[in-house]
């Protein structure tokens, strides 16, 4: 199914686990994608994007270390002047260092922060801009289940990460002030569109969920 409109969309990690299927998924609608991923991952995207392209679809791999201010200075730098603008952010990269408290050291702590929370900071404040200058512009953070309660298999530290990464969305959201943060009430199409999702075959693992289609009114 082809999209509306195309857009230009970021995906970090693109060349990983869900990072490669979300990328898949979005350039076979229409919208070119960008992976940002590790230099040492080139192969893994290379082999992503030639199916892509030979399906029709558009996409381009951009090596970085989503912890590196400098790469991301360079990276969104490329990116609007390739495509001109970006539509959407998906802070998607992460890792897990599978250890106890007791067994993790300090420097691994913070390697677990630089790349699941530090990389989300990085992207959404080079991006911000660019989005601020076209009127739009979409962030989607990957937390995680950990990121809304504690799990007894998951290390800590991840835990740590993935709800700091939960609190910032709605920090940043907030931030964009007024009584709806999004700015404007809401439509009956939006309503629509929340329950079409919901009735589609997309929605099949969303179970439980309280969705509210209020803009950002309950994001705090
Ligand atoms: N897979 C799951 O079950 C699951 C569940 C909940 C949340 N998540 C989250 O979803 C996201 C993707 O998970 P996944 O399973 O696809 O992981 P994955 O390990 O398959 O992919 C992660 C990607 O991030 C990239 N990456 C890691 N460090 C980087 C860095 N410093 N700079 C640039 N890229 C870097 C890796 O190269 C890899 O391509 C993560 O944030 C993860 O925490 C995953």
């Given at each position: 199914?082809?999209?509306?409109?195309?857009?230009?969309?970021?995906?970090?990690?693109?060349?990983?686990?869900?990072?490669?299927?979300?990328?898949?998924?979005?350039?076979?609608e229409?919208?070119?994608?960008?992976?940002?991923?590790?230099p040492?991952?080139?192969?893994?995207?290379?082999?992503?994007?030639?199916?892509?392209?030979?399906?029709?679809?558009?996409?381009?791999?951009?090596?970085?270390?989503?912890?590196?201010?400098?790469?991301?200075?360079?990276?969104?730098?490329?990116?609007?002047?390739?495509?001109?603008?970006?539509?959407?952010?998906?802070?998607?990269?992460?890792?897990?260092?599978?250890?106890?408290?007791?067994?993790?050291?300090?420097?691994?702590?913070?390697?677990?922060?630089?790349?699941?929370?530090?990389?989300?900071?990085?992207?959404?404040?080079?991006?911000?801009?660019?989005?601020?200058?076209?009127?739009e512009?979409?962030?989607?953070n990957?937390?995680?289940?950990?990121?809304?309660?504690?799990?007894m298999y998951?290390?800590?530290?991840?835990?740590?990460?993935?709800?700091a990464?939960?609190?910032?969305?709605?920090?940043?959201?907030?931030?964009?002030?007024?009584?709806?943060p999004?700015?404007?009430?809401?439509?009956?199409?939006?309503?629509?569109?929340?329950?079409?999702?919901?009735?589609?075959?997309?929605?099949?693992?969303?179970?439980?969920?309280?969705?509210a289609?209020d803009?950002g009114?309950?994001?705090?």
């Amino acid at each position: 199914m082809k999209a509306e409109r195309e857009k230009v969309i970021l995906i970090t990690g693109g060349a990983g686990g869900l990072g490669s299927v979300m990328a898949a998924v979005l350039a076979s609608e229409g919208h070119c994608v960008y992976l940002l991923d590790l230099p040492q991952v080139k192969e893994r995207a290379d082999i992503l994007l030639q199916k892509l392209t030979e399906e029709g679809g558009r996409g381009t791999f951009i090596p970085m270390d989503v912890t590196s201010e400098t790469d991301w200075e360079t990276a969104v730098r490329t990116v609007v002047s390739e495509a001109g603008r970006i539509d959407v952010l998906v802070n998607n990269a992460g890792i897990n260092i599978r250890k106890v408290i007791e067994e993790m050291s300090f420097d691994e702590w913070m390697q677990m922060m630089a790349v699941n929370t530090g990389s989300v900071f990085l992207g959404t404040k080079y991006v911000i801009p660019v989005m601020k200058e076209q009127k739009e512009g979409l962030i989607i953070n990957m937390s995680s289940v950990c990121g809304l309660v504690g799990h007894m298999y998951t290390p800590e530290a991840y835990t740590a990460t993935k709800s700091a990464v939960t609190m910032f969305t709605r920090a940043v959201a907030a931030e964009r002030l007024g009584e709806v943060p999004l700015g404007r009430l809401c439509k009956a199409e939006d309503v629509a569109n929340a329950v079409q999702f919901l009735v589609s075959d997309q929605s099949s693992f969303i179970n439980g969920l309280s969705l509210a289609v209020d803009g950002g009114t309950t994001c705090y």
